[in-house]
T-cell receptor, first 114, second 113 residues
Framework: DGGITQSPKYLFRKEGQNVTLSCEQN?????MYWYRQDPGQGLRLIYY???????QKGDIAEGYSVSREKKESFPLTVTSAQKNPTAFYLC?????????????FGDGTRLSIL | DAKTTQPNSMESNEEEPVHLPCNHS???????IHWYRQLPSQGPEYVIH???SNVNNRMASLAIAEDRKSSTLILHRATLRDAAVYYC??????????????FGTGTRLTIIP
């Protein structure tokens, strides 16, 4: 079955440490996205990528970095510069350029601070 | 970006229809109306979308007002598995703006057995 796989499901970060969240899709979608969700809140866009080797900042990109070396993969690094990283992180993908197409989401990674 | 307004919470009895409202008074002509739902500790799941006409699929129906300033998601016969947070989102064509979904806080739907 096609879909989006996020790993790990739970992740703990120590102070001053960078951590990387994995996102893989086998839907052959060009576009991929990272969102952050805080308790009781909606999703906020961190980064998105329309195509391999290209990505754009979303609304809350500070303290995060991404790469898009392969169409299938869009890893997110939460750097030590992100002072409040505890949140639920969601990866999504879609066909680019058609606003009548849905975004498909993974099951998320919950990041906590030790 | 055009915003949507939804009630914070709603309750419905099991096996009865549910009507979830959404206001989007600043919608533009190129905005599609999308609905997603999110179960606890899971990613959002696409439910339905529309532009001008009412839409039906196996999960739900979407009724869009003639002036497009509001819409209603209809679950015809609610089950306990429909308990979730429902998000109404406007999605703009990438030729006219950022290709992203702007999530509000949604409506938390509780189903009463």
């Amino acid at each position: 079955d096609g879909g989006i796989t996020q790993s790990p499901k739970y992740l703990f970060r120590k102070e001053g440490q960078n951590v990387t969240l994995s996102c893989e899709q086998n839907l052959n979608h060009d576009a991929m996205y990272w969102y952050r969700q805080d308790p009781g809140q909606g999703l906020r866009l961190i980064y998105y990528s329309q195509i391999v080797n290209d990505f754009q900042k979303g609304d809350i990109a500070e303290g995060y970095s991404v790469s898009r070396e392969k169409k299938e993969s869009f890893p997110l690094t939460v750097t030590s510069a992100q002072k409040n990283p505890t949140a639920f992180y969601l990866c999504a993908s879609s066909i680019w350029g058609y606003s009548n197409q849905p975004q498909h989401f993974g099951d998320g990674t919950r990041l906590s601070i030790l | 970006d055009a915003k949507t307004t939804q009630p914070n919470s709603m309750e419905s009895n099991e096996e009865e229809p549910v009507h979830l409202p959404c206001n989007h008074s600043t919608i533009s002509g190129t905005d599609y109306i999308h609905w997603y739902r999110q179960l606890p500790s899971q990613g959002p799941e696409y439910v339905i979308h529309g532009l001008t006409s009412n839409v039906n699929n196996r999960m739900a129906s979407l009724a869009i007002a003639e002036d497009r300033k509001s819409s209603t998601l209809i679950l015809h016969r609610a089950t306990l598995r429909d308990a979730a947070v429902y998000y109404c989102i406007l999605r703009r064509d990438s030729n006219f703006g950022n290709e992203k979904l702007t999530f509000g806080t949604g409506t938390r739907l509780t189903i009463i057995p």
